[in-house]
């Protein structure tokens, strides 16, 4: 599933996972999420309010959604990410790429300039 960074004003707070997302993907009778962040493991506990807002904030996780995403960028805009389904409320957290069909048929086309060009 694709979700979308949150910030708290000026920094990275976590994860935007959507009332649809939310629905298909988690346990209502389960309190917490598990992350595997890399090499890192994290509960992150899911507040009551979860199923009105899907919104998942840990410092841990925004630490390394900082570290693995923004690298000097301005942190206010949401960035995807994918969380991939491991288990009963159980996700690894990768960075988003677009899929393979998508970035084949970029290089099938061209940039933009030479579709431009082709067409003239």
Known sequence: MVVKTIGNGRD??????????????FD????????QLGHL????DLSPEFWQKPEI?????????????????????PVP??????????????PYTLPAAS???MTRIGPPSAVNRQHK
């Open 12 to 25: 990275v707070a976590g994860l935007n996972v959507g009332v649809r997302n939310a629905r298909r993907y």
């Open 81 to 94: 990410v994918t969380m991939v389904p491991l288990g009963k409320n159980s996700f690894r957290v990768l």
């Open 57 to 77: 904030t840990d410092p841990r996780l925004a630490d390394w959604l900082v570290s693995r995403l923004f690298h000097g960028k301005a942190k206010r805009t």
């Open 103 to 105: 970035t084949n048929a």
């Open 28 to 35: 209502r009778s389960i309190a917490h999420a598990e992350l």
């Open 41 to 44: 493991h994290i509960h992150c």
